[in-house]
């Protein structure tokens, strides 16, 4: 069930989303989003990077968490899906 919220809000957003921001927003508690997005990282359904690399407002980086990482969906790995559709 967290693995598919954590997708689901990532799909949404089709841009970058701090763990944080996706915990809030899914109502997951962050331990929970976190271990989520480390699987789907590791699978390659989604991309990391770091949060000063790719998120400009600095309003939402004073708010981060931890190592700062941003995160959102694969963009290879949903064209692939697409086409085996």
């Known amino acids: 069930m967290g693995q598919e919220e954590v997708k689901r809000e990532l799909k ?3 841009g970058w ?3 944080h921001e996706i915990a809030g927003r899914t109502g997951q ?3 929970s989003v ?3 997005l480390r ?3 590791k ?3 989604v991309q990391r990077k770091n949060a000063t690399d790719v998120i ?3 309003s939402r980086l004073a708010k981060k968490c931890f190592a700062g990482f941003a995160y959102r969906l694969n963009k290879e790995k949903k064209d ?3 086409k085996i559709k």
């Open 43 to 45: 699978w390659g359904d």
């Open 56 to 58: 400009k407002d600095s």
């Open 80 to 82: 692939e899906q697409i």
């Open 12 to 14: 949404k957003s089709d």
């Open 34 to 36: 976190q271990a989520a």
């Open 39 to 41: 699987r789907m990282v």
């Open 17 to 19: 989303l701090l763990s």
């Open 29 to 31: 508690s962050l331990t």
